[in-house]
């Protein structure tokens, strides 16, 4: 292995702030797909135990697909298939976000649910009989209980999804991974890669910290 | 006040309830007794509109819940449902406490959420009513730090904090040991006092006698026999003589 970066500091200070960058695309990838997959998640989830079967099915037949195909199969699909149906191109950022959304809200959706079946009758009886209507029960009685319910296997996928946006290099994202396989292959040093596992492991490091703090917050009650 | 006539309710084709028909007066105490799977659960659960009844006829003051008329069932609408569901309250065997909100917040929420009190008010007649049912120091404690009583007493309290005209009571002291039911049945004991009208559901039977004005058995979706506790603890029937001298 040849040393190009890490015995030249003003090289590897460019490196580093190059790489930021991409850490910066990687995190508005997170944030969006989080910002957009966590409702849909929920909307997914509530049509999957709906009594009506022309909105289970297709459901159902939704969270197969997303979950039984490759995300990096999905993500090309998305960019490279869809433009040749649809009248217009996708922006490659766009069509990243649009992916990881629907491909996570799948895995959500999986999670509220299993929250919200472990939420007991008797909850739902007693507001009931409170006079609560069905949308005050959801969010007043039975959001907050799944909430803490789902903590821990959302922190799963949650950190799960930080390493996940590295597939957004497969359609050239500018993102975190992308930099740093230019940066290997244009100075035939691996050391980049190195700087590329550092960044991960802060990111998911502080998501971690992030996932602590909300479980103790919650833990007021049992 | 409250009345049920000739209800039939089965669940998946078993008949759990064969034309009952109870009536409670304002300010009565009613035990329903009798072995497990006698449906007397069931018709509280009619009763409170956490069941549908298949045919009869519920009213609550001058109230229609439903009514059967040569044979067609209807349900009032929403609003009348929603109207009677509020002047009734309910307490549960698991006493189904709000496990993360805390004494007081489990007390004035629907008040506040439901009927649109303003938080002040509803404190106030919450720490009152703590204050009756022996909890004023647990107001700001979480469910899971109570024993089972206290949570009962709390789940009384959160119904009465709703200001109903009648409650009812789900076999409010099955999950619980002798010495919390006794905590328990204190707390209704003195709702009694109080001419609280009460529906209950239970298996105690020194309670029923003591406490009700009248008590209906029942067996297999039907009435055995009913009348005042000193009927019944000194009944004729057979049946009735077996059952409450079993328990």
């Known amino acids: 292995m040849t040393i190009k970066f890490f015995n030249d500091s003003e090289r590897l200070g460019r490196l580093v702030s190059l790489m930021l960058s991409g850490a910066g695309v990687t995190l508005s990838i997170f944030f969006l797909t989080l910002l957009f997959a966590i409702p849909l998640g929920m909307l997914v989830a509530q049509g999957r135990m709906s009594k009506r079967l022309p909105v289970r099915a297709p459901v159902s037949f939704y969270i197969y697909i997303m979950r039984s ?20 191109r996708i922006d490659r950022f766009v069509a990243v ?12 959706a999986e999670i509220f649910r299993s929250g919200i079946t472990s939420i007991p009758l008797g909850q739902y009886e007693a507001a009931k009989v409170l006079g609560y209507t069905k949308v005050q029960t959801f969010f007043r009685i039975i959001l907050p209980q ?30 975190l ?33 992030l996932c602590k703090f909300a479980e103790k917050k919650l833990n007021y009650y049992r | 006040m409250l009345t049920a006539k000739d209800i039939y309710k089965g669940f998946d084709g078993l008949g759990v309830l064969d034309g009952i028909s109870i009536n409670i007066n304002k300010g009565e105490v009613v035990a329903l007794i009798g072995p497990s799977g006698s449906g007397k659960s069931t018709l509280l ?64 929420d629907a008040p506040v959420r439901v009927k649109r009190e303003s938080k002040k008010s509803a404190t106030e007649r919450a720490l009152a009513i703590l204050e009756k049912v022996g909890l004023s120091d647990k107001a700001a404690q979480y469910p899971y730090q109570l024993s089972g009583g206290q949570q009962q007493r ?15 009571f789900d076999e409010p002291t099955s999950a619980l040991d002798p010495e919390l039911t006794k905590e328990v049945l204190g707390v209704i004991r003195s709702l009694a006092k109080e001419h609280m009208t009460m529906l209950i559901v239970t298996h105690e039977m020194s309670f029923a006698r003591n406490v009700a004005d009248y008590i209906v058995f029942m067996e297999g979706g039907k009435i055995v026999e009913e009348g005042k506790p000193e009927q019944l603890f000194h009944s004729d029937n057979e049946r009735t003589r077996r059952f409450i001298g079993e328990s």
């Open chain 1, 69 to 88: 195909t490759p995300l990096m199969l999905q993500l090309m699909f998305i960019y490279f298939l869809l433009p040749m149906i649809l009248p217009f």
């Open chain 1, 97 to 108: 976000v649009f992916a990881f959304s629907i491909n996570y809200a799948a895995y959500f």
């Open chain 1, 146 to 175: 799944v909430i803490k319910r789902v903590l821990l296997p959302m922190a799963n996928e949650v950190i799960t999804l930080i390493k996940d946006t590295a597939l957004a290099s497969t359609v050239a994202v500018v993102e």
């Open chain 1, 177 to 209: 991974m992308t930099i740093a396989k230019k940066q290997v292959s244009s100075s035939s040093s691996i050391e980049p890669y190195f700087v590329a596992i550092i960044m991960y492991l802060i990111l998911n490091g502080i998501a971690e910290q």
């Open chain 2, 45 to 108: 659960r009619c009763i409170s509109q956490l069941e549908r009844v298949d045919s009869g006829t519920i009213t609550l003051g001058g109230d229609v819940l439903c009514k059967t008329e040569n044979g067609i069932l209807k349900y009032s609408d929403e609003a009348t449902q929603r109207k009677i569901m509020l002047r009734m309250g309910m307490v549960f065997q698991s006493y189904n406490l709000f496990p993360h909100m805390s004494v007081i917040q489990n007390l004035i």
């Open chain 2, 154 to 168: 709390v789940a009384i309290a959160r119904a009465l904090c709703m200001q109903p005209e009648i409650l009812c």
